[in-house]
C-alpha cells in the first residue's frame, strides 16, 4: 500500500453513485409496493451498501484500513430506473471515493440479485464518483502570487564547518513540491542578533517566509525562539501547536521541541527544529495549508 503516514488527518467525504436500469414498468412498481418475492429491494440493499462500505479494505487490495464514520444510502427512483447514491465521511489521512463506488457497486448487485427472478432485463450501468471533499481536492492555490521564502540554518556546529547541513535541504527540497520559490539559504551560529537581524532584514525585503531550523531545543546554546519572540509582531500559536501535535504521534520527544511560528509585517516565520526528521516533519504537519496564511493576510474569504 501507498505511504500515507506523513499525511495529517483531516475531514474527507465522497459520494459515489451507480444506476439500475429494469425492463419493465412492473419491476419499478413492484419495488416500490415492496411485491418483490425476495423482500424489501432498498432496504436490503441499503443494510449491503452499509456493510460494503466498512469492508472495503477487505475487498480491494491497495485501500488502507480507515475509520468509516457516516454513510448514507439514498434512491431516486425513475420509471425505468433506480439511482443510487452513497455518501461516505471520515476524519484520515485518506480518501474514502472508493469506499463509496464500492458500497455503491454493492447496493446496485443487491438489487440486481433480488430482481432477476421477475425482471431478465435488468442492467447496472455508471458506477462514479460524484463528489469527493477533503485531501488535495480541498487545496486551493494562493493565487497568482509566487511565495518566496529563506531558510536559515543555526546550528554552532554547522557554521564552523564541523557539520553537514541536510534539515535545511529538506525544507528547501519541500517546499520547493509545494511551489514555494526558495530564494537562498545561510547558515549562522546560534547567535541570538544574527537571528534578529535575518528576521527584520527578511520582513523589509518583503520575503513571504523565513524558515529556521535549529535552536529549538533546550541546551544552553537553544536560542532562536528568544530571539524570535523579542521582534514578532504576533504569534500564531496554532501552526505551533499543529508542528507539536503531529511530531508527537511520531516521537515522544516531540513535547520537547520549542517550535514557534509568528508575523513580522506581512512575512511569516517558522522555526523548526535542526534534526532532519523533525525540520521535514514539521513541514509535512502544516503545509501546504499554512500557505492559506497569504490569502487570510490579503482579506480574501476562506470557503
Not at 432496504?43 to 472495503?56: D, N, P, S
Not at 532532519?276 to 474569504?301: C, N, Q, Y
Amino acid at each position: 500500500m501507498v505511504n500515507i503516514t506523513p499525511k495529517s488527518n483531516t475531514l474527507r467525504k465522497a459520494i459515489a453513485q451507480a444506476i439500475v436500469k429494469v425492463s419493465l414498468p412492473e419491476t419499478i412498481q413492484a419495488i416500490q409496493n415492496r411485491a418483490v418475492p425476495k423482500g424489501d429491494v432498498l432496504e436490503c440493499a441499503r443494510v449491503a451498501g452499509l456493510f460494503a462500505a466498512k469492508r472495503t479494505a477487505d475487498m480491494i487490495p491497495d485501500c488502507h484500513p480507515l475509520p468509516v464514520e457516516f454513510t448514507a444510502v439514498s434512491y431516486e427512483v425513475g420509471e425505468l430506473e433506480v439511482k443510487i447514491f452513497v455518501e461516505i465521511h471520515t476524519i484520515y489521512k485518506t480518501g474514502v471515493e472508493v469506499e463509496a463506488m464500492h458500497a455503491a457497486s454493492v447496493v446496485a448487485l443487491t438489487m440486481y440479485d433480488m430482481l432477476k427472478p421477475i425482471d431478465k432485463g435488468v442492467s447496472i450501468e455508471q458506477i462514479k464518483l460524484v463528489e469527493k471533499r477533503g485531501g488535495k481536492s480541498d487545496r486551493t492555490p494562493v493565487g497568482d502570487k509566487s511565495i518566496t521564502a529563506r531558510i536559515v540554518v543555526c546550528s554552532d556546529t554547522i557554521s564552523s564547518g564541523k557539520g553537514e547541513d541536510r534539515a535545511g535541504e529538506v525544507i528547501r527540497e519541500k517546499l520547493e513540491k509545494h511551489g514555494v520559490s526558495v530564494l537562498g539559504k545561510v547558515i549562522i551560529p546560534d547567535d541570538k542578533n544574527q537571528i534578529q537581524n535575518l528576521a527584520k532584514e527578511a520582513s523589509k525585503s518583503g520575503v513571504d517566509l523565513l524558515i529556521f531550523t535549529g535552536g529549538t531545543g533546550l541546551s544552553p546554546r537553544d536560542v532562536t525562539p528568544e530571539a524570535l519572540e523579542a521582534v514578532l509582531d504576533r504569534r500564531i500559536p496554532g501552526i505551533e501547536e499543529a508542528i507539536r501535535d503531529y511530531g508527537q504521534l511520531r516521537t515522544p520527544y516531540a513535547m520537547l521541541s520549542r517550535s514557534l511560528a509568528g508575523q513580522i509585517g506581512s512575512t511569516i516565520i517558522l522555526a523548526l527544529p535542526g534534526s532532519t526528521s523533525g525540520a521535514g516533519e514539521s513541514i509535512d504537519a502544516v503545509f501546504p495549508a499554512v500557505l492559506h496564511v497569504f490569502k487570510v493576510m490579503e482579506g480574501k474569504r476562506h470557503d
